[in-house]
């Protein structure tokens, strides 16, 4: 059978790091993927004066599976985010984030397992109308939803969870005020959870929703949301998990997925080996489970779990004082 390729973005700032560290660790697992290299990002802008070269696009599309590290996006006018662009050239509608405690980081909470399912194409991210009058002292910006993207997304947070046997998917909505665009979401939404009688579903309003995830996260399993809150929401979840060094994303399509950290490049720790590169190895067990390769993404999960808990070699967010080649090594040790 051909091997599997992968395509890799290293990206900007942190990324190079992190990403060779999840690489690393993937092929000491055993993994037998190719990896085609391309560039995005100011990596890209510098080489080849675009940020995001044809090349990486046809390597996402041909390849089918992307890891990649996080992207600058240039400050200033004429810049659009890389990340939303991809995400709606290649339809990857969800955007599912997963949060799990693990021993011994510094968190609030040590018992905290939620997965947020973010609408990732349309609402306020889409793009649409963006308009600042002449004299800059209006602006304007539209948010769409269709009944078609709601009943995708929300329909994919409820397979998810009947194949990770969860119990309860929450949508999260604000239909007393955005009646038209979260109105439409969340009655969609309880049209889809009707279809699935084995699984609670429970609705709440954004704002009494991050209210209760730091309160009483115990009551949250799969969350369903859209886009703008769905960001929102998963940042505060990788915060009651010990931060966003610790915090994975899938972006899935229906014909590509790109697998990557919530965070960002991180400017301030660039280039210093100071970056946890939790966030991205636990993208590519996102990517491994997406393969049906559940028992590797276990034996990675483990490993990076035991460094994590016994404080061996960690990074300085988790409360060490080593860097991310030796956090590596820890891991690739446990394997
Ligand atoms: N997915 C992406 O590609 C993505 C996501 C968010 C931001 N960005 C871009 O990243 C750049 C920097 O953004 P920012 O500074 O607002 O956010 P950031 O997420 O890069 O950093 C926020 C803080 O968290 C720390 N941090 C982030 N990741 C870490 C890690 N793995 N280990 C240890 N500490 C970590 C940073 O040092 C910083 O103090 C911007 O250009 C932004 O557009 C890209």
Same mark, same amino acid.
């Given at each position: ?10 990206? =900007? ?15 000491? $697992?055993?993994? =037998?993927? &190719?990896? &085609?290299y391309v560039d995005a990002g100011l990596a890209a802008l510098e080489k080849t004066g675009e940020l995001l ?49 693990? &021993? ?22 889409s793009g649409l109308g963006q308009v600042t009058s002449e004299d800059g002292t209006e602006a304007e910006a ?16 409820? &397979?998810? $969870? ?39 579903? $429970?609705?709440?309003?954004?704002? $009494? ?28 979840? *990788? ?10 994303? *899938? ?10 950290a919530v965070h960002g490049s991180a400017p301030d720790i660039a280039g210093k080996n100071l970056a946890n ?28 779990? =035991? ?18 080649? =030796? ?9």
């Open positions: 059978m051909a091997k599997q390729t992968v395509t890799v973005i290293r990206g =900007d700032g942190i990324g190079p790091s992190i990403i060779d560290s999840a690489i690393e660790i993937l092929n000491a $697992a055993g993994c =037998d993927f &190719e990896y &085609e070269p044809p090349e990486t696009l046809e390597a996402i599309e041909r390849n089918k599976l992307t890891l990649k590290g996080p992207l600058t996006t240039p400050v200033g006018e004429g810049f659009t985010s890389i990340n939303v662009t991809l995400r709606k050239q290649f339809g990857l509608y969800a955007n599912v984030r997963p949060v799990k405690s693990f &021993e011994g980081t510094q968190a609030r909470y040590d018992n905290i397992d939620i997965i947020t399912v973010r609408e990732n194409t349309q609402g306020m991210y539209m948010s769409k939803i269709t009944r078609e993207g709601a009943e995708k997304i929300v329909t994919f947070a409820y &397979e998810l $969870a009947q194949r990770e046997g969860r119990k309860k998917v929450t949508a999260v909505h604000k239909a007393n005020i955005l009646k038209s665009t979260s109105g439409l979401f969340l009655k969609v939404a309880r049209e889809v959870g009707e279809r699935f009688p084995d699984i609670e579903s $429970a609705e709440m309003i954004v704002d $009494a929703t991050c209210m209760k995830l730091v309160m009483n996260p115990d009551e949250f399993d799969v969350v369903v949301t859209t886009n703008l809150f769905g960001d929102i929401i998963s940042d505060l979840c *990788a915060g009651l998990v010990g931060g966003l060094g610790m915090a994975p994303g *899938a972006n899935i399509g229906e014909n590509a997925a790109i697998f990557e590169p939790t966030s991205v190895i636990l993208a590519s067990i996102q990517m491994l489970e997406y393969l049906d390769m559940g028992e590797t993404a276990e034996r990675i999960r483990s490993a990076v779990a =035991d460094v994590i808990k016994s404080g061996d070699r960690t990074t300085r967010d988790l409360g060490g004082n080593h860097g991310t080649t =030796d956090f590596t090594k820890a891991v690739i040790e446990r394997l």
